[in-house]
């Protein structure tokens, strides 16, 4: 049975991930049907993980898979990303670095992109709002301490907690971003308001420079 009359009989959720990709391309390439040709991408890009990693001037590289293809493909991974971006009410609470990597982990931490944000929070760490403040690329992105502060006074926060992905996949800080953290930290006691963490996500992973003693 093919994918999109399986679709219309069972639904969605019996698909699996070989089949789900064979609709989004749409159709195969000679020789090749939708079927073989999402076998084939899953196995050459590693998984579903790894297609979400991918950005498409990489995925375009793959035999049977042009710009076109490659365009749809990571827009529906965007949409799917989308769906989970989901501001947490007003007023919630992060217990910790994990609670708050949890609600980070799934939007960001398999992003080809590298994205930088901030979670503004009161003096009790009640959550006033989160937002991303800069898109950089897959291995680099720019954050300047007065963006991250400027948001922070405007909103009237106590303390900010900033965010960043490694498309890598591995939270492991690198020297710019323990550098980072510390115009960061000092960029907060000279205005006032406090640099709670830098939370670096990944995937299904996280670094916190609180928990690891980098903030004090």
């Known amino acids: 049975m093919r994918p999109r009359e399986k679709l219309v ?7 699996n991930d070989q089949e789900l990709l064979a609709l989004v391309l749409g159709h195969g390439v000679r020789g090749r049907g939708a079927l073989r040709l999402a076998s084939d991408l899953l196995a050459a890009i590693g998984g579903i993980h790894g297609i979400a990693r991918t950005s498409a001037d990489q995925l375009a590289t793959e ?78 992105v720019t954050a300047e ?35 980072l953290t510390e115009r960061l930290a000092n960029a907060g006691r000279v205005v006032g308001v406090e640099l709670v963490d830098h939370l670096i996500v990944g995937d299904a992973r996280y670094f916190s420079m609180r928990e690891r003693g980098v903030i004090q």
Do not use: C, W
């Open 9 to 15: 009989q069972t639904g969605l959720h019996p698909l």
């Open 145 to 179: 301490p007065r963006e991250v502060y400027r948001d922070a006074l405007l909103a009237g926060a106590a303390g900010v907690i900033v965010f960043h992905n490694h498309p890598t996949g591995d939270p492991t800080p690198s020297r710019d971003d323990l550098a």
């Open 63 to 140: 035999t049977g898979i042009g710009p076109a293809t490659a365009a749809r493909i990571v827009a529906a991974v965007e949409l799917g990303r989308r769906t989970l971006q989901r501001q947490p009410e007003p007023r919630t609470r992060f217990a910790n670095a994990r609670d708050l990597a949890a609600y980070l982990m799934p939007m960001y931490g398999a992003s080809p992109i590298e994205r930088f944000g901030v979670v503004l929070v009161d003096t009790k760490h009640q959550l006033i709002r989160v937002r991303v403040l800069s898109v950089g690329s897959s291995n680099a």
